[in-house]
């Protein structure tokens, strides 16, 4: 069994649509959990990063980490042609120096 | 002005060669990792260096040698390449743990024939 679990999609949503990421994992020891968004032919761009569990929003995303259900999402509201990437969920245990990933989920926004 | 750089974009080569991929990061950042994506686009964690020291050897074949000469850079040697080491290998690098986030390099696309 994989540390980190995601669906790998493809998701496919219309422009506007709310779109729901998720990942769960099996590791307690995991503290930091991060968003990062991938282009295609491109490096990994860090999206959104939560410590412990809760909210945070930032514009049109909102990770969530609920560490009792071993689950963190990633929503995106009002979707958007370029928000089309690969989407990987990644987290880190403090002081291990090695983040684990997600396989990524593709999502494309259809206009 | 690029924050984690990597060369070469783009590397095909035969069977049984060695080759180089440079990472340079100009964040003042402590530590650097070697990660490989695989054609499923999961990216796993070769090696992780922390201000020139190697902290981390995720049982990767000794055919792949990291080397670090200054915190700023880490490069990868890679012997005897084989079809099965095809992939995208990214460079990246953090302040201290990476508890922040790490900043990935564009990617150097290997391809073995």
């Known amino acids: 069994q994989k540390e980190v679990e995601q669906d790998p999609g493809p998701l496919s949503v219309p422009e506007g649509a709310i779109v729901s990421l998720n990942c769960t994992y099996s590791?307690?020891?995991?503290?930091?959990f991060m968003w990062y968004r991938q282009y295609s032919r491109k490096g990994p761009e860090l999206l959104m990063y939560?410590?412990?569990?809760g909210n945070k929003e930032d514009g049109r995303f909102t990770a969530q980490v609920d560490k009792s259900s071993k689950y963190i999402s990633l929503f995106i509201r009002d979707s958007q042609p370029s928000d089309s990437a690969t989407y990987l969920c990644?987290?880190?245990?403090?002081?291990?120096?090695?983040?684990?990933f997600g396989q990524g989920t593709r999502l494309t926004i259809n206009p | 002005d690029t924050a984690v750089s990597q060369t070469p974009k783009y590397l095909v080569t035969q069977m049984g060669n060695d080759k180089s991929i440079k990472c340079e990061q100009n964040?003042?950042?402590?530590?650097m990792y070697w990660y490989k994506q695989d054609s499923k686009k999961f990216l796993k964690i070769m090696f992780s260096?922390?201000?020139?020291?190697?902290?981390i050897n995720e049982t990767v074949p000794n055919r792949f040698s990291p080397k670090s000469p200054d915190k700023a850079h880490l490069n990868l040697h890679i012997n005897s390449l084989e079809l099965g080491d095809s992939a995208v290998y990214f460079c990246?690098?953090?302040?201290?743990?990476?508890?922040?986030?790490?900043?990935f390099g564009s990617g150097t696309r290997l391809t073995v024939v």
């Open positions: 990246a690098s953090s302040q201290d743990s990476g508890g922040y986030g790490y900043t």
């Open positions: 590791n307690s020891a995991f503290q930091y």
């Open positions: 939560t410590y412990s569990s």
């Open positions: 990644a987290m880190l245990i403090q002081g291990a120096q090695k983040l684990v």
């Open positions: 964040l003042g950042h402590d530590t």
């Open positions: 260096y922390n201000n020139k020291e190697l902290i």
